[in-house]
């Protein structure tokens, strides 16, 4: 069955610092990955996605993820974290064919000032 | 391109009582259409699934009859939550699906309260 972990619940990072945030899925084929972000009381913003080609996918706000088959997983990473970036993060797979997702349960990130 | 609006933002309803909420994709058409649940500090939840013209296909432990799915047309949806009680308060998203394509684009979101 398919399955998405986000193993951390809540991270606190420093204004400046590097960031990443862990994603590991489990799917019998290439998934199609996403990476959200959802501040308080609002809908979903899509930071990036992969489907196929380059496993390093850039996406907004300078975010960036990583796609390692090997590892089953595709972390989020920012070099340096702002204020507003503060909110929680929801990894999700897709699945060819149902158009269906399956969220993580989410991190909920907070930056020190 | 690609927006999905959802209507009403905010709703409050006594217990008993119905409540609609609607999913419009405004600049393409929807051949599938999703509703999601999320409680406070949680992750999004698929409730059901809807494609134009046909009934909704519910994920397990949803009640069908509960919450009535409508998909009259390529660019509406509509959730109905039926005698709403205070445990149906929650934040609830649609997202809408080109079928050629595997990407969601996900409404605003509806916060419901029963009270």
């Known amino acids: 069955a398919q399955s998405v972990t986000q193993p951390d619940i809540h991270i606190t990072v420093s204004e400046g610092a590097s960031l990443e945030l862990r994603c590991n899925y489990s799917?019998?084929?290439?998934?199609?990955l996403f990476w959200y972000v959802q501040s308080p009381g609002q809908g979903l913003q899509l930071l990036l996605k992969?489907?196929?080609?380059?496993?390093l996918v850039q996406g907004i706000k300078g975010f960036e993820a990583e796609f390692k088959r090997s590892q089953s997983s595709f972390n989020l990473r920012k070099p340096s974290v702002h204020w507003s970036d503060a909110a929680e993060y929801f990894c999700?797979?897709?699945?060819?064919?149902?158009?269906?997702?399956?969220f993580g349960t989410g991190t909920r990130l907070k930056v020190l000032a | 391109g690609a927006v999905v609006s959802q209507h009403p933002s905010r709703v409050i309803c006594k217990s008993g009582t119905s409540v609609k909420i609607e999913c419009r994709s405004l600049?393409?058409?929807?051949?599938?259409m999703f509703w999601y649940r999320q409680f406070p500090k949680q992750s999004l939840m698929l409730m059901a699934t809807s494609n134009e013209g046909s009934k909704a296909t519910y994920e397990q432990g949803v009640e069908k009859d509960k919450f009535l799915i409508n998909h009259a047309s390529l660019t509406l949806s509509t959730l109905t939550v039926t005698s709403a009680h205070p445990e149906d308060s929650s934040f609830y998203i649609c997202?809408?699906?080109?079928?050629?394509?595997?990407?969601?684009?996900f409404g605003p979101g509806t916060r419901l309260t029963v009270t």
């Open positions: 997202s809408a699906n080109q079928r050629r394509y595997d990407e969601q684009y």
């Open positions: 600049d393409f058409q929807a051949t599938t």
């Open positions: 999700a797979v897709g699945a060819s064919g149902t158009y269906k997702y399956i």
């Open positions: 799917y019998g084929a290439t998934p199609y």
């Open positions: 992969y489907f196929s080609g380059d496993t």
